[in-house]
């Protein structure tokens, strides 16, 4: 059910809505293939509904040689027979619907998969020709052209450019597999127009735009100065603890040209009717250049992945919503806020695992909930599901095997439902999942959370209740947040989150929502609470 909007200021539903991140193959599998499928998410759109989400985001299914998980789209406008057909698109939106549910589907502008027509065009076609323009193929560097056009690095480790047969280099700031496209080449946008007008006809209500930052580089594709690394994501443990603050040199992303291209689509959404949306995954480098992606006449929303990437900390927390609320104020656009999803560790683990590690997840879940804008779940964090130890020869992430990292699996590992033993109902019985479930995972499927009422799983079907009731209007005021406290005011709603390590005094009010057991008027460390 969507949101209830007051009469006065009817928003659009997309505002303040909680998205469900639906990473497909590691959903639930209804053919036994080891890989979660379309049917799969459809059989489960209850459990979502139930559960009291808005929206769900479901990660590509187009065809595609997953090298990329699905990334790498060969073709726009299908369904890889192994996530099922066209006509499960169109069940999964029409039952989606009908529960009240949005669907937002996953767009990947950037690059194609090396399987694409166009790419594969590129490759039989000669330096220069027209099939090559479509990307982002060069001459080499010095005598022989055998040094790469320039320094650039792929997020996933390695040199940026790979070199054909006949001398020539490719961009791919990513894995091999996955070539930038030129969005110079006026080709690029009109097919694009057309993949959102496919997806929009079936009935789609938006788009989650990846690498919305990285369509166009910088023109001349001159070096980029200072680099140290080059990755984008920050895709292994030790990276992603230490953030870099200053602003980088980044001749390869969040180029201005791209803003032309959002006001297009917008203009595009908005033949449409229902309000439908597009939301960017732009890893811009500070708030204010997340912000030019949610201008009046730009996307919708853009993650913000500020609070993700920050340590746990009253102050960080409370640097992270006023910077902020900040930056989309002047652009009149509402904010989001994330904690999880498919490229980073899970948030239990980030915040030092185990029941500790668990505690503060809930906590900052509760604090980030209570937040103007919309929020996104990725799936599992609702049972508090760990990032999970891969072992080495499991792992398909490329970022593993161009770096020798662990990447990004551990986040990825199909979600248990029901039983005491793998695959825990993910698919039939027998179903040897993509990557390996735990064993020690029979208390946190989701049939035996639903039936604990102190369950991280009740938890969020609480907090989803009372967001609704309590945390949907007003402005927000920080009370305080500079040591060890955070407390924020939003409407008739307290909030305070406690990342100390003794216990606080409550401020006067009945509480409405907390994240785990409080001890009379004391809020124990790593707990959250919502007074009214
Ligand atoms: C961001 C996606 O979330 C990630 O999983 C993918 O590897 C890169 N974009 C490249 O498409
Ligand atoms: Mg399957």
């Given at each position: 059910?969507?949101?209830?909007?007051?009469?006065?200021?009817?928003?659009?539903?997309?505002?303040?809505?909680v998205?469900?991140?639906?990473?497909?193959?590691?959903f639930?599998?209804?053919?036994?293939?080891?890989?979660?499928?379309?049917?799969?998410?459809?059989?489960?759109?209850?459990y979502?509904?139930?559960?009291?989400v808005?929206?769900?985001?479901?990660?590509?299914f187009?065809?595609?040689?997953?090298?990329?998980?699905?990334?790498?789209?060969?073709?726009?406008?299908?369904?890889?027979?192994?996530?099922?057909?066209?006509?499960?698109?169109?069940?999964?939106l029409?039952?989606?619907?009908?529960?009240?549910?949005?669907?937002?589907?996953?767009?990947?502008?950037?690059?194609?998969?090396?399987?694409?027509?166009?790419?594969?065009?590129?490759?039989?076609?000669?330096?220069?020709?027209?099939?090559?323009?479509?990307?982002?193929?060069?001459?080499?560097?010095?005598?022989?052209?055998?040094?790469?056009?320039?320094?650039?690095?792929?997020?996933?480790?390695?040199?940026?450019?790979?070199?054909?047969?006949?001398?020539?280099?490719?961009?791919?700031?990513?894995?091999?597999?996955?070539?930038?496209?030129?969005?110079?080449?006026?080709?690029?946008?009109?097919?694009?127009?057309?993949?959102?007008?496919?997806?929009?006809?079936?009935?789609?209500?938006?788009?989650?735009?990846?690498?919305?930052?990285?369509?166009?580089?910088?023109?001349?594709?001159?070096?980029?100065?200072?680099?140290?690394?080059?990755?984008?994501?920050?895709?292994?443990?030790?990276?992603?603890?230490?953030?870099e603050?200053?602003?980088?040199?980044?001749?390869?992303?969040?180029?201005?040209?791209?803003?032309?291209?959002?006001?297009?689509?917008?203009?595009?959404?908005?033949?449409?009717?229902?309000?439908?949306?597009?939301?960017?995954?732009?890893?811009?480098?500070?708030?204010?250049?997340?912000?030019?992606?949610?201008?009046?006449?730009?996307?919708?929303?853009?993650?913000?992945?500020?609070?993700l990437?920050?340590?746990?900390?009253?102050?960080?927390?409370?640097?992270?919503?006023?910077?902020?609320?900040?930056?989309?104020?002047?652009?009149?656009?509402?904010?989001?806020?994330?904690?999880?999803?498919?490229?980073?560790?899970?948030?239990?683990?980030?915040?030092?695992?185990?029941?500790?590690?668990?505690?503060?997840?809930?906590?900052?879940?509760?604090?980030?909930?209570?937040?103007?804008?919309?929020?996104?779940?990725?799936?599992?964090?609702?049972?508090?599901?760990?990032?999970?130890?891969?072992?080495?020869?499991?792992?398909?992430?490329?970022?593993?095997?161009?770096?020798?990292?662990?990447?990004?699996?551990?986040?990825?590992?199909?979600?248990?439902?029901?039983?005491?033993?793998?695959?825990?109902?993910?698919?039939?019985?027998?179903?040897?999942?993509?990557?390996?479930?735990?064993?020690?995972?029979?208390?946190?499927?989701?049939?035996?959370?639903?039936?604990?009422?102190?369950?991280t799983?009740?938890?969020?079907r609480?907090?989803?209740?009372?967001?609704?009731?309590?945390?949907?209007?007003?402005?927000?005021?920080?009370?305080?947040g500079?040591?060890t406290?955070?407390?924020?005011?939003?409407?008739?709603?307290?909030?305070?989150?406690?990342?100390?390590?003794?216990?606080?005094?409550?401020?006067?009010?009945?509480?409405?929502?907390?994240?785990g057991?409080?001890?009379?008027?004391l809020?124990?460390?790593?707990?959250?609470?919502?007074?009214?």
């Amino acid at each position: 059910m969507p949101a209830p909007t007051p009469a006065s200021t009817p928003a659009p539903w997309w505002r303040d809505a909680v998205f469900y991140q639906v990473y497909v193959r590691s959903f639930a599998d209804s053919d036994g293939d080891g890989l979660g499928d379309l049917p799969g998410i459809t059989s489960r759109l209850r459990y979502l509904r139930d559960l009291g989400v808005d929206a769900v985001w479901i990660t590509p299914f187009y065809p595609s040689p997953q090298h990329d998980a699905g990334y790498d789209v060969a073709d726009y406008r299908d369904v890889d027979p192994r996530f099922g057909r066209l006509s499960d698109v169109d069940d999964l939106l029409t039952r989606a619907h009908r529960l009240g549910l949005r669907v937002v589907v996953d767009l990947v502008p950037n690059h194609t998969s090396s399987d694409h027509p166009w790419f594969r065009a590129a490759l039989a076609a000669r330096p220069g020709a027209a099939e090559r323009a479509r990307y982002l193929f060069r001459q080499g560097r010095g005598r022989r052209g055998d040094r790469p056009p320039n320094n650039w690095e792929s997020v996933f480790g390695g040199p940026a450019w790979s070199r054909v047969e006949d001398g020539e280099w490719y961009l791919h700031l990513f894995d091999t597999s996955q070539p930038d496209l030129d969005w110079r080449n006026p080709e690029v946008p009109a097919m694009f127009d057309d993949v959102l007008r496919f997806w929009l006809d079936r009935g789609v209500d938006g788009f989650r735009v990846d690498v919305a930052h990285g369509l166009f580089k910088v023109a001349s594709l001159r070096d980029q100065r200072g680099v140290t690394h080059g990755g984008d994501l920050p895709s292994d443990r030790e990276d992603r603890a230490m953030v870099e603050r200053t602003v980088r040199d980044e001749p390869m992303w969040d180029q201005p040209e791209v803003h032309e291209v959002y006001r297009s689509w917008r203009r595009l959404l908005e033949q449409y009717d229902g309000d439908r949306m597009a939301v960017a995954e732009a890893w811009t480098q500070t708030p204010e250049s997340m912000a030019r992606y949610v201008r009046r006449d730009e996307l919708h929303q853009a993650f913000n992945f500020a609070w993700l990437l920050a340590p746990w900390s009253a102050e960080a927390f409370a640097e992270v919503v006023r910077g902020t609320l900040a930056a989309v104020a002047p652009v009149g656009a509402a904010p989001t806020w994330v904690l999880s999803n498919h490229d980073v560790v899970r948030h239990p683990t980030r915040y030092g695992g185990g029941p500790r590690g668990l505690a503060r997840a809930r906590a900052a879940t509760l604090t980030m909930l209570a937040l103007p804008g919309s929020a996104y779940l990725y799936q599992g964090e609702e049972l508090g599901l760990e990032e999970v130890d891969v072992p080495p020869e499991s792992r398909q992430d490329p970022y593993w095997f161009r770096t020798g990292k662990p990447g990004r699996d551990g986040a990825r590992v199909p979600i248990p439902w029901r039983g005491s033993r793998p695959p825990y109902g993910f698919g039939p019985a027998g179903t040897t999942p993509w990557l390996p479930m735990p064993d020690d995972w029979a208390a946190l499927t989701v049939g035996r959370q639903r039936k604990d009422p102190d369950s991280t799983w009740t938890f969020y079907r609480d907090a989803l209740r009372a967001r609704r009731r309590w945390a949907t209007c007003g402005e927000v005021e920080i009370v305080e947040g500079r040591r060890t406290v955070l407390h924020l005011r939003r409407g008739d709603l307290t909030v305070v989150c406690n990342c100390g390590s003794r216990p606080v005094r409550l401020p006067a009010g009945e509480i409405v929502q907390a994240s785990g057991p409080l001890h009379g008027d004391l809020l124990p460390p790593d707990t959250a609470v919502w007074l009214v």
